[in-house]
């Protein structure tokens, strides 16, 4: 086990963000307990950095993104948004903005598998970095909300973008519109989530999960998510060859040799990668 964080803030604050990697999974969590995780200036600039940094670690195959204490996240910290931004100067606003938006998009794009575990709160933009995630994971006792709506705003971080392609139009404007927040089963149901997991099995659950995605076939992995997120971009005969440039790029790595020579050997395949 490795364990690494960052120092972040003045004086003697403890780091915003905790990184810890076991096994391959590498366990990312915001750390703001006291503020409900709520994210500042210096909690966007540590995310951006991981971003990179856990894209090129070869020691990791997944990513796990939870929040420290009762909430995963419980979106922008507004007081801290109040004291650094002139609400009369739209250029400063766009530039933060734009600033935040360049963090999600490293996040969707991180090339390992990535799941957000919410343990807790995650309204506004915490409900979007976790949907940002390519896998969402809900303690049963959690709740996701746009929430932008009640403060006045209109949603950021991708929400536009996410909401309706997991839900649909209708059911995207209604948890826009209102920006009423929803239970696990819910999420689940409508398609926002995976998973909704009993609080008593939660610890168990995530460690699992990130455990199996560390321990599967990670370029096939990354390449079965490089074509997911460029499916909505593409029409059938583009998927088509994308697909059949993936696979026999996929028939040079060790990770496929490795499964056939379980496959013929009756076994359970163990991967390598990348």
């Keep these: 086990m490795s364990a690494m964080s960052t120092e972040s803030g003045a004086g003697q604050q ?50 796990v993104l939870t929040g420290a204490g009762r909430a995963f996240c419980a979106g922008a910290d507004l007081d801290a948004f109040q004291r650094e931004i002139d609400f009369d100067d ?54 996701l909300g746009q929430t932008y709506v009640q403060r006045g705003l209109v949603m950021d971080m991708g929400g536009t973008y996410f909401l309706p392609r997991l839900v649909g139009r209708a059911k995207a404007a209604e948890l826009a519109m209102l920006g009423d927040a929803i239970g696990g089963r819910e999420a689940v149901e409508i398609g926002l989530a995976n998973r909704c997991v009993p609080v008593g099995e939660w610890q168990q659950a995530v460690a699992d999960w990130g455990a199996r995605l560390a321990a599967g076939a990670s370029r096939a992995q990354q390449m079965i998510k490089a074509g997911l997120l460029a499916s909505p971009l593409m029409d059938l005969d583009a998927m088509l060859e ?29 991967f390598g990668g990348p």
Excluded: H
């Design 14 to 63: 403890p780091p915003r963000v905790l990184l810890e990697v076991e096994r391959g999974c590498a366990t990312v969590t915001l750390n703001r307990p006291q503020r409900l995780n709520a994210l500042d200036l210096q909690t966007y600039e540590r995310l951006d950095e991981l971003a990179g940094e856990l894209s090129r670690l070869r020691e990791v195959r997944a990513v």
């Design 90 to 143: 739209p250029q400063m606003i766009r530039d933060r903005l734009r600033f935040v938006a360049s963090v999600v998009k490293r996040w969707v794009t991180i090339s390992k598998p990535t799941t957000a575990a919410v343990n807790g709160l995650a309204l506004g933009g915490g409900c979007n970095l976790a949907l940002a995630c390519d896998m969402v994971l809900m303690r049963e006792d959690a709740c």
């Design 242 to 270: 994308w697909e059949a440039s993936a696979i026999a790029l996929i028939f040079q790595t060790e990770d496929l040799r490795e499964a056939f020579n379980a496959f013929t050997e009756k076994r359970k395949p163990r």
